[in-house]
């Protein structure tokens, strides 16, 4: 076998490899939810059947989030508290779009492997989140609109080889090995 013949199967085999072994970034679940009532809760559950890692909670909470201690978003999992934010929590993002009646509240929020995999164990994760009790709903356009709790949860899909894709692989290794044998024999 020609050494640029064995170069190109063993390149072309390594790229199949990675490509069936590598992640995948996906979307796992997401919601928004209107805020309609003061002090409005939030409680879903939801199916997950895939395996991921490096799993993201991305929050975007829009409305009246302003200066008193009871203005406040709670965000749970499994019942786990994920985020407790107010318009001074530290390392998320916060916009006023009108003082004291409407703020934007966004940051994203690591949950680690092990976590995700515990609360997604039983493939049901229970997410709900809860406003303090002084978020009021307003929907006024001079108040800043519509006010809202948007959420995502975004991972790497662990990857699941396709039998033809493994076959593909196999049979490539295989002519691989032969062609090594045939080379030493020459």
Do not use: H
Not at 66 to 91: M, N, Q, R
Request: cysteine-free.
């Amino acid at each position: 076998m020609k050494k640029t013949t064995f170069a190109t199967l063993l390149a072309v085999n390594l790229y199949l490899f990675v490509a069936v072994s590598s992640a995948m970034a996906a979307l796992i679940v997401s919601d928004t939810t209107a805020i309609k009532q003061t002090g409005q809760t939030y409680s879903n559950d939801f199916n997950v059947t895939d395996t991921y890692t490096n799993v993201t909670l991305n929050l975007y909470a829009k409305g009246d989030y302003g200066v008193f201690t009871t203005e406040w978003v709670k965000f749970y999992i499994d019942g786990t508290l994920l985020a407790d934010w107010t318009f001074s929590t530290p390392d998320i993002t916060v916009v006023t779009n009108r003082k004291y009646y409407d703020y934007s509240l966004s940051g994203t929020v690591s949950l680690g492997d092990s976590f995700f995999n515990r609360a997604s164990s039983d493939n049901l994760l229970q997410v709900s989140w809860v406003n303090g009790p002084a978020v009021n709903a307003y929907n006024q356009s001079y108040l800043g609109g519509q006010d809202y709790v948007s959420w995502s949860l975004q991972g790497d899909a662990a990857p699941v080889p396709e039998p033809a894709t493994l076959l593909l692989l196999g049979t490539g290794l295989i002519g691989i090995v032969a062609g090594v044998r045939r080379g030493r024999r020459k």
